[in-house]
């Protein structure tokens, strides 16, 4: 899969606390349909040519999206996300690589936010999306959890103040391991709440691989499901010998904030 970074459109919002325009003007997003009072879009970039037309064929059906747009709108109740300035975007992609990231939340500084969902055509003609519990030798799994509450929180995240907004994709060596430390507090949250979250075993795993065992053990117990700022994860990621690269948005942002 290529790289997204590469993208000319979404590598001009790459920096800390950017704007996200409307639909199509400042971002790639082709607003496709309104489905349940929100404007759906699709991404077909990642699709093979000749699979094309058959893919716009479904999704010029809005009730091709309804199902689980329907499903995105009650994840957003339950969360008490605002629908205000809120998009959705399908992401079709070619097969279940080990890239695949199943989705993710752009969210701009005024909260305007649009979520990204890895999707593909499941038995011809369901939109499917990714989930937590996937397994491809299990497919027949696919729809029963949902990667959606997830990425939600990300949004809220901004929304509520607890983070400037952060283009998703960082490079590395400019903090890409700040979400190792913010998902212990939001899978812990959803937990919490009897939503579909990413189990604490994997989250400890992952940070793990940046920070040993121990101390990814020690942070798990501190704040599985504990209200965490950028300013902690920042701070955590530095206590742990973690490093942000001179001059990058982050570091600066940091240099900024962290004495006031
Ligand atoms: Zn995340």
Redesign the pocket.
């Known amino acids: 899969m290529k790289p997204r970074e590469e993208t000319q459109v979404r590598s001009r919002i790459r920096r800390l606390s950017f704007d996200v325009g409307p639909p199509a003007r400042d971002y790639q997003f082709r607003a496709f349909t309104r489905v349940c009072g929100i404007e759906v879009g699709v991404d077909l970039e990642e699709v093979e040519p000749e699979e094309r037309p058959r893919a716009v064929r479904l999704c010029q059906s809005e009730h091709f999206f309804l199902y689980r747009v329907g499903s995105i709108v009650d994840w957003c109740r339950k969360l008490e996300l605002e629908l205000k300035d809120f998009y959705v975007q399908f992401v079709f992609s070619i097969g279940f690589g080990a890239n695949v990231r199943m989705g993710q939340a752009i969210v701009g500084r005024r909260g305007r936010a649009v979520l990204l969902i890895q999707s593909f055509i499941h038995r011809e003609q369901q939109l499917g999306v990714f989930t937590i519990y996937f397994e491809p030798d299990n497919p027949e799994k696919i729809l029963c959890e949902d990667i959606v509450p997830?990425?939600l929180m990300?949004i809220l995240d901004v929304r509520q103040g607890r983070s400037p907004s952060v283009y998703p994709y960082v490079p590395p060596g400019q903090g890409e391991w700040l979400?190792l430390f913010?998902?212990l507090w939001?899978d812990g949250y959803l937990e919490q709440h009897g939503l579909p979250y990413l189990p604490r075993e994997k989250r400890i795993r992952d940070l793990a691989e940046a920070i040993g065992t121990e101390k990814a053990e020690t942070l798990a117990s501190a704040w599985w499901g504990k209200p965490m700022t950028m300013r902690d994860a920042v701070r955590l990621g530095l206590d742990a010998g973690l490093a942000l690269e001179q001059d990058s948005p982050m570091a600066i942002w940091w240099k900024n904030i962290k004495d006031s």
Do not use: L, T, V
């Open positions: 997830h990425e990300h979400d913010r998902h939001i």
